[in-house]
Nanobody
Framework: QKQLVESGGGSVQAGSSLRLSCAYSGRSFTSYAMGWFRQAPGKEREFVATINWSSANLNYAESVKGRFTISRDNTKKMVYLQMNGLKPEDTAVYYC????????????????WGQGTQVTVSS
């Protein structure tokens, strides 16, 4: 049974930074690509970033490129999302997800999901 638990969300002002963490419980962490998605109020969940098992393959949504960085620590079974230069439009619930195999941008391709952590950015 896989479990993902996000942490690190909060309320910050525009221009600030936050680092989200995602703890993975279960076996075979390195078999999984990991992703971050977000859902703003009244909107559908959208892709943010993804990373493969070795951290060699990464991909980002255009809206966060240059501001957000995804990383993972396989020894700790952790995934991180460093968010710099936060904007009010980054306000959303952020979800961590895992999929067996290669990276992917589409939420339907992910097998396991966390419960989410709220990020609120005020202007």
């Amino acid at each position: 049974q896989k479990q993902l638990v996000e942490s690190g969300g909060g309320s910050v002002q525009a221009g600030s930074s936050l680092r989200l963490s995602c703890a993975y419980s279960g076996r075979s962490f390195t078999s999984y690509a990991m992703g971050w998605f977000r859902q703003a109020p009244g909107k559908e969940r959208e892709f943010v970033a993804t990373i493969n098992w070795s951290s060699a393959n990464l991909n980002y949504a255009e809206s966060v490129k240059g501001r957000f960085t995804i990383s993972r620590d396989n020894t700790k079974k952790m995934v991180y999302l460093q968010m710099n230069g936060l904007k009010p439009e980054d306000t959303a619930v952020y979800y961590c997800a895992a999929r067996l195999g290669a990276i992917a941008d589409y939420e339907v391709m992910y097998d396991y999901w966390g419960q989410g952590t709220q990020v609120t950015v005020s202007s």
